[in-house]
């Protein structure tokens, strides 16, 4: 999926959190994400924050917070590289 093009957020999304851990195999397509997507996703986003939150033992998950104080998430456990940028396009659209 590297050909695809990267996801540009439109204004009513104000912050995307990924959560994640280290070492676990749940969080192994969190990772993956990161190292393949993270790059052309923040060039194509320069001044949208993209927080990834580390933590020992946690459950990955994905968080985006709308205008508001409204969040809505969703469980990234298992999941490989390519379906999390799927889930962060779906989040999107929340």
Not at 12 to 38: M, N, P, W
Not at 41 to 65: D, M, T
Request: aromatic share 8%; glycine share 8%.
């Amino acid at each position: 999926m590297a050909a695809k093009q990267a996801l540009k957020f439109g204004p009513a999304i104000k912050e995307i959190r990924l959560h994640l851990c280290q070492k676990s195999a749940a969080s192994q397509g969190v990772r993956d994400f990161v190292e393949t997507h993270y790059v052309p996703l923040k060039q194509a986003n320069p001044k949208f924050p993209i927080l990834v939150r580390e933590c020992s033992g946690i459950h990955p998950k994905a968080w985006a917070r709308f205008g508001f104080g409204r969040e809505a998430s969703v469980d990234l456990s298992g999941k490989t590289g390519d379906e999390v940028y799927v889930a962060l396009a779906q989040l999107e659209q929340s």
